[in-house]
C-alpha cells in the first residue's frame, strides 16, 4: 500500500501561484510515476500532468502546458506541482496519484493510489 498526503492548496487570485506538495509513505518502491489530476464540481476528473521516478519525463495537459512545473524530490518520495498565472477555471480540487508505469500516463485507470485531494480556489 502507498499512501499519499497533498498540501499546499489554498485561495489565489487570477495570475497568481501556489505550490502543490504530495508526499508518499508506504510501499514506495512500487511506485515509478506520479501524477496530478483534478476535478472542478460538475465536472470529470481531469489529467494536469504526471513524471517517471525512472527518467524523470514529464507530461503535461493541454490546458496547463507552460504554466504549470511538476518536480519530483525521489529521496524524500515527494512529488510538486508548481502552478503559476492561475486562472478561475483553475478551480479544482486536486488530487495526487501513483502508479507503477514507467511513464508518465496521463490516464486515471493507470494509477492505483490518490490522495484525499486539496481545494484549490482561484479568484478573478
Known amino acids: 500500500q502507498v499512501q499519499l498526503v497533498e498540501s499546499g492548496g489554498g485561495l489565489v487570485q487570477a495570475g497568481g501561484s501556489l505550490r502543490l506538495s504530495c508526499a508518499a509513505s508506504g510501499r514506495t518502491n512500487s511506485m515509478y510515476s506520479m501524477g496530478w489530476f483534478r476535478q472542478a464540481p460538475g465536472r470529470g476528473r481531469e489529467f494536469v500532468s504526471a513524471i517517471s521516478r525512472v527518467g524523470g519525463s514529464t507530461n503535461y495537459g493541454d490546458l496547463v502546458k507552460g504554466r504549470f512545473t511538476i518536480s519530483s524530490d525521489n529521496a524524500a518520495n515527494t512529488v510538486y506541482l508548481q502552478m503559476n498565472s492561475l486562472k478561475p477555471e483553475d478551480t479544482a480540487v486536486y488530487y495526487c496519484?501513483?502508479?507503477?508505469?514507467?511513464?508518465?500516463?496521463?490516464?486515471?485507470?493507470?494509477?492505483?493510489?490518490w490522495g484525499q485531494g486539496t481545494q484549490v480556489t482561484v479568484s478573478s
Open positions: 496519484a501513483a502508479g507503477d508505469s514507467t511513464w508518465p500516463t496521463p490516464m486515471h485507470y493507470d494509477y492505483a493510489y
